[in-house]
């Protein structure tokens, strides 16, 4: 794939304070990346030097192969962003906004505002005025102010604060499509981490201002291993067994039994050990992890190396 935004040890520094420390990665044509982490970690503040909003104290930042620092306007003229909340003047109506923001570039006809505007599902409300639209016509009235100047680079910050889940599911195919049909990278920050799951194809996680991983969304809620949940009795005894024969696996009491990551072909093996114990086996499932799952297991071990 592609790459077309680019982030080179970007550091940020305020008032002597490390926010961003030497962040690298880099996002590719027709991908939707996930930009995690908790509140406070500097998804916003990375997002803001991307496009322009804040300096760069250290590193670089490329889009579509011109610098941030150097080639400013032939950078961000790649991009269509939302930072934060889609901000509008709520006295015009959803197609006067569109066309103000369309004499910002050259070249946008009215097709293009009316194709837009049918893109992002507002066909039928584009003649209201701002003020009578709920919360999730206004970020579709964003989106469509972002997409006017057909970006190959879409950023969008907490693009589903506040949305009820009909207005999330809306927002997440409008960008699964962008992505797919219109060859474009779509960068979205979020803690909501069971969106991002359905949403991305990968994801960078952010912790304290430092990127701990950039991965495939599958790979990294699925890990080296797949989690088998066995329903055991006496899951103390069951729990020994497994650990003394299979060292190196990890494995926890669960509600109902024991909790193991181990290889598939070694299930048999486990439950012939267990039954010749007398260890009453009721049920074996494989379980997924969640995003939710993987990200507090990876942060919560970076912490603890930190303060080791």
Known sequence: MESIVELKDVSKVIKGRTIIDKISF???????FGFLGPNGAGKTTTIRMIVGLMGITDGDITIGGFSIKNKFEEAVGHVGAIVENPEMYKFLSGYQNLVHYARMSKGITKRKIEETVELVGLTDRIYDKVKTYSLGMRQRLGLAQCLLHDPEVLILDEPTNGLDPAGIREIRDYLRLLAREKNMAVIVSSHLLSEMEMMCDRIGIIQNG???????????VHGTGVTYELEVIPSEQALALLQHNFPGVH???S??????ELPKEEIPNLVKLLVEAEIQVFGIKETAKTLEDRFLEVTSEKEVVRHA
């Open 255 to 260: 509600r109902n039994g024991i909790s193991a």
């Open 210 to 220: 430092r990127l701990i991983d950039v991965q495939l969304v599958q790979e990294f």
């Open 26 to 32: 880099q996002v590719n044509k027709g991908e939707v």
């Open 251 to 253: 494995a926890t009491r």
